[in-house]
């Protein structure tokens, strides 16, 4: 049973091209208002989840260290993002004298674009994709490394040394967590047999009373905890916010930045993570599938979203909980861990496929990623385990 | 053997049981929601010095006897006292002016605890901030003198005490008063009585120079 609801947004973008058509405009100009629409809502839905999110990521961190958040603007403060935003414009727009203004103009507008682009190829709902492009993961990785660009444009064009540095650490980080990344996600690509997300999402329907989620299989569980863990490093969150480390760094490449530049570079990353988050639930979740059939009720789009908060969340739960991590050993974990242990993802997932997906491929894919996490994770965390610190002259 | 990444998962466990906490137990939350509820002050708590009046007239009931010894004893020197004269140019045992200038002020209590009329006390009002530099930071007599009842209500137990000092000081003067009373009475009675006695070897004389 299929809800009701289901095809409002397409019928009611159908309705008002209809409307339009009736006044005898021609074809092409309904094809370009049609994108312009959907352009437009997906970039409003994303900048209201990003107002949203700024209040809720504050109310949820002062909840775990027990305090109340923000509760001042509006009911339950949740004007907070109006006042932000108006703070953030009248403020004045400092460029440093040694600057070069046209880069440290130019930085936050190439970090939104590619956050904006991703957006193109995510299935939102059942039929509901803005561009459907067969290679729709590679176009996502290769558009979403763009941002790096504009973290390093940032931190050069700023003429800062903790500018500089804080964009170091952002291009070694990114880079060394792409590589995990793309490869955590191809094992999707590999049982589904397609780089469509649409079809990686069809791939995950059906399955009756247990969901087919690519995260409820060992190696889709590997991978997509690899996934998680890189989507938190690419998109600079806690624990892996050392490009920004504002104890150290001062911010790092967004240090000489301030008012609506500084806004765009907080949106941008925002919309970065809402990205990778529905990225992660189209690739691991099952993407707008309902988990059980009777479930359908509910519209695909709102399944699709409810996911993307709930992963949100949780990376705001991960932020509440980890420090931040040192650089050397943000750079062992993934070239030393993730890396090895997305291989091993991507080997379980082919023995998965060729040894018939029942309980004996349950049993080689689960022990092709258990027994690799088990000996590497005990020998990264002994080899980064704290000693108890000898000293030489005193005690 | 132990599993690796366990610590991170009981992390997690100890930031959501915060989280959800939060949200049944209040106790958890100790933030105070400042311009609705107010902190609820320790009795010895003090911002700056007020002065005290007894009665309902400020004047007429002010403490303060313009003695100037807070003024000298104050460290910082945030004091400043004109004594009151009247048309004749005589002292008046009262201040014409008496300022604090409170954004000097390090609230040390020196003052009260120099001050012989138990005039100079503490206030515990905290909310002084102004848009005005200098003005609103310069407290004036008006607005330094204070009842008595009001100093009751924010130290009940250091103004009960200062109240007893003052009655048994009162008491010790009405008794000394009484004494000095009773001793000039005495020694009236004495010098009537003197002056009754050599009255009697007068009266010969008297009565020699009657005739």
Not at chain 2, 43 to 61: I, K, M
Not at chain 2, 71 to 96: F, H, M, N, S, V
Not at chain 2, 168 to 179: G, I, N, Q, S, Y
């Given at each position: 049973m299929i809800s009701s609801l289901e095809r409002v947004p397409i019928d009611l973008l159908h309705w008002f091209l209809g409307l339009v058509g009736s006044f005898g405009v021609p074809a092409w100009i309904l094809a370009i208002v049609s994108a312009l629409i959907i352009i437009g809502t997906i970039i409003g839905v994303f900048l209201g989840l990003f107002a949203l999110t700024s209040v809720m990521e504050r109310k949820i961190l002062a909840r775990v260290q027990n305090r109340y958040g923000p509760n001042r603007a509006g009911p339950f403060g949740l004007f907070q993002p109006i006042a932000d935003g108006i703070k953030m414009i009248t403020k004045e727009d400092l460029v440093p004298r040694t600057a070069d203004w046209i880069v440290h103009l130019l930085a936050p507008v190439v970090m939104?674009?590619?956050?904006?682009?991703?957006?193109?190829?995510?299935?939102?709902?059942?039929?509901?994709?803005?561009?459907?492009?067969?290679?729709?993961?590679?176009?996502?990785?290769?558009?979403?490394?763009?941002?790096?660009?504009?973290?390093?444009?940032?931190?050069?064009?700023?003429?800062n040394k903790y500018s500089v540095l804080g964009a170091m650490r952002a291009i070694a980080q990114m880079i060394s967590y792409e590589l995990?990344?793309?490869?955590?996600?191809?094992?999707?690509?590999?049982?589904?047999?397609?780089?469509?997300?649409s079809a990686i999402v069809a791939a995950q329907g059906g399955g009756g009373f247990v969901p087919q989620w690519f995260i409820l299989t060992p190696w889709g569980f590997t991978a997509g905890l690899i996934f998680y863990i890189c989507a938190l490093?690419?998109?600079?969150?806690?624990?892996?916010?050392?490009?920004?480390?504002?104890?150290?760094?001062?911010?790092?490449?967004?240090?000489?930045?301030?008012?609506?530049?500084?806004?765009?570079?907080?949106?941008?990353?925002?919309v970065g993570m809402f990205a990778i988050c529905g990225m992660f639930v189209t690739l691991f979740l099952g993407g707008w599938q309902?988990?059980?059939?009777?479930?359908?009720?509910?519209?695909?789009?709102?399944?699709?979203?409810?996911?993307?908060?709930?992963?949100?969340?949780?990376?705001?739960?991960?932020?509440?909980?980890?420090?931040?991590?040192?650089?050397?050993?943000?750079?062992?974990?993934?070239?030393?861990?993730?890396?090895?242990?997305?291989?091993?993802?991507?080997?379980?997932?082919?023995?998965?496929?060729?040894?018939?997906?029942?309980?004996?491929?349950?049993?080689?894919?689960?022990?092709?990623?258990?027994i690799p996490y088990l000996i590497l994770g005990n020998a990264f965390t002994n080899r980064f385990a704290v000693s108890r610190r000898t000293y030489l002259f005193s005690e | 053997m132990n599993i690796p990444g366990s610590g991170i998962l009981k992390g997690l466990a100890v930031t959501a049981r915060n989280f959800a906490g939060s949200y049944v137990e209040k106790d958890r939350l100790?933030?105070?929601?400042?311009?609705?509820?107010?902190?609820?002050?320790?009795?010895?708590?003090?911002?700056?010095?007020?002065?005290?009046?007894?009665?309902?007239?400020?004047?007429?009931?002010?403490?303060?006897?313009?003695?100037?010894?807070?003024?000298?004893?104050?460290?910082?020197?945030?004091?400043?006292?004109?004594?009151?004269?009247?048309?004749?140019?005589?002292?008046?045992?009262?201040?014409?002016?008496?300022?604090?200038?409170?954004?000097?002020?390090?609230s040390c209590q020196i003052c009260v605890e120099v001050c012989p009329f138990e005039s100079i006390r503490m206030d515990q009002d905290y909310e002084l901030s102004s848009?005005?530099?200098?003005?609103?930071?310069?407290?004036?007599?008006?607005?330094?003198?204070?009842?008595?009842?009001?100093?009751?209500?924010?130290?009940?137990?250091?103004?009960?005490?200062?109240?007893?000092?003052?009655?048994?000081?009162?008491?010790?003067?009405?008794?000394?008063?009484?004494?000095?009373?009773?001793?000039?009475?005495?020694?009236?009675?004495?010098?009537?009585a003197k002056e009754a006695a050599p009255s009697v070897p007068l009266v010969p004389s008297q009565q020699e120079g009657k005739p």
């Open positions: 939104m674009v590619p956050a904006l682009m991703v957006l193109a190829i995510i299935p939102y709902g059942r039929d509901m994709v803005p561009v459907e492009l067969d290679a729709g993961i590679l176009y996502f990785f290769a558009v979403g490394a763009g941002t790096e660009v504009a973290v390093f444009m940032a931190g050069w064009g700023s003429n995990p990344l793309v490869i955590s996600a191809i094992v999707t690509a590999m049982i589904a047999g397609s780089l469509s997300p490093a690419e998109s600079n969150r806690s624990p892996f916010d050392l490009p920004e480390g504002e104890s150290e760094l001062v911010a790092g490449h967004l240090t000489e930045y301030s008012g609506f530049k500084y806004a765009t570079f907080f949106m941008a990353e925002y309902a988990p059980l059939p009777f479930l359908d009720i509910v519209p695909s789009w709102c399944w699709f979203f409810g996911k993307v908060c709930f992963v949100a969340f949780t990376m705001i739960w991960v932020r509440a909980t980890l420090p931040r991590l040192r650089i050397d050993h943000l750079l062992a974990f993934a070239w030393k861990f993730l890396l090895p242990m997305s291989f091993a993802a991507f080997l379980s997932a082919a023995c998965w496929h060729y040894a018939g997906r029942g309980p004996l491929a349950w049993i080689l894919s689960l022990a092709i990623v258990g | 100790t933030t105070e929601q400042y311009p609705e509820e107010r902190p609820k002050l320790p009795e010895a708590a003090r911002s700056f010095p007020f002065l005290v009046y007894d009665g309902d007239d400020p004047e007429a009931g002010m403490r303060c006897v313009s003695c100037k010894i807070c003024e000298k004893e104050c460290p910082p020197q945030c004091i400043y006292i004109i004594q009151d004269r009247d048309e004749a140019g005589k002292a008046l045992k009262r201040p014409k002016v008496f300022d604090i200038d409170i954004s000097v002020c390090m848009f005005d530099r200098f003005g609103s930071l310069m407290i004036d007599k008006p607005k330094l003198l204070k009842s008595n009842t009001y100093y009751h209500s924010i130290h009940p137990t250091e103004a009960a005490e200062t109240d007893g000092r003052i009655e048994a000081e009162r008491l010790k003067k009405e008794a000394a008063a009484a004494a000095k009373a009773a001793a000039a009475q005495k020694a009236a009675a004495e010098k009537a």
